[in-house]
């Protein structure tokens, strides 16, 4: 069974920074390439980041370019998310999805919540 | 960036109604559309790909149609379990949703 869980969401103070981790299993992880998008308490889903299979390509949105740098270890099966300079326009939940250039995100973790408050 | 537009933001129906939403892409993407569905406090849900395929296990009251710029989701027959919103996202180049669709009921 495909499972994909988040962690390292929390309360930062504007500026500061966060770690997100994604933590894979089920499939072989280093085959696809993975994406994180966030969704802003009572608003849409917002496309954040790319990263390709082997970490050798990465995409941001320029909402989160030159702030925000996605990773990924594939002999850990774990996808990252640094976050940096937040801001409160970053408070959402943020989620990990699997990509597949077929169908779009075909698996979603649960998410997990970044407040960004002072 | 590819911009994409649903339509109606808000849509009241009832069980058993059919139900069409809209999503337009700012620019041609093929085929390359998905569909999701995401309830209040859950992770989306892929329903749709590639414009019209079912994804598995999905009922097959959702059905996917279009190409190009314009798009359109069905729910046949509305069921209670299909009150959430929908979202489109196009995956041509790079990767866009629309704003989203709350099926409400009436």
């Known amino acids: 069974e495909v499972q994909l869980v988040e962690s390292g969401g929390g309360l930062v103070q504007p500026g500061g920074s966060l770690r997100l981790s994604c933590a894979a299993s089920g499939f072989t992880f280093s085959s696809y390439a993975m994406h994180w998008v966030r969704q802003a308490p009572g608003k849409g889903l917002e496309y954040v980041s790319a990263?390709?299979?082997?970490?050798?390509?990465?995409y941001y949105a320029n909402s989160v370019k030159g702030r925000f740098t996605i990773s990924r270890d594939n002999s850990k099966n774990t996808l990252y998310l640094q976050m940096g300079s937040l801001r409160a326009e970053d408070m959402a939940v943020y989620y990990c999805a699997r990509g597949s250039p077929m169908v779009g995100f075909d698996y979603w973790g649960q998410g997990t919540l970044v407040t960004v408050s002072s | 960036d590819i911009q994409m537009t649903q339509s109606p933001s808000t849509l009241s129906a009832s069980v058993g109604d059919r139900v069409t939403i809209t999503c337009r892409a700012s620019q041609s993407i093929s085929s390359w559309l998905a569909w999701y569905q995401q309830k209040p406090g859950k992770a989306p849900k892929l329903l749709i790909y590639?414009?019209?395929s079912l994804e598995s296990g999905v009922p097959s009251r959702f059905s996917g149609s279009g190409s190009g710029t314009e798009f359109t989701l069905t729910i046949s027959s509305l069921q209670p379990d299909d009150f959430a919103t929908y979202y489109c996202?196009?995956?041509?180049?790079?990767?866009?949703f629309g704003q989203g669709t709350k099926v409400e009921i009436k």
């Open positions: 990263i390709s299979s082997n970490g050798g390509s990465t």
């Open positions: 996202q196009q995956y041509n180049s790079p990767w866009t």
């Open positions: 590639k414009a019209s």
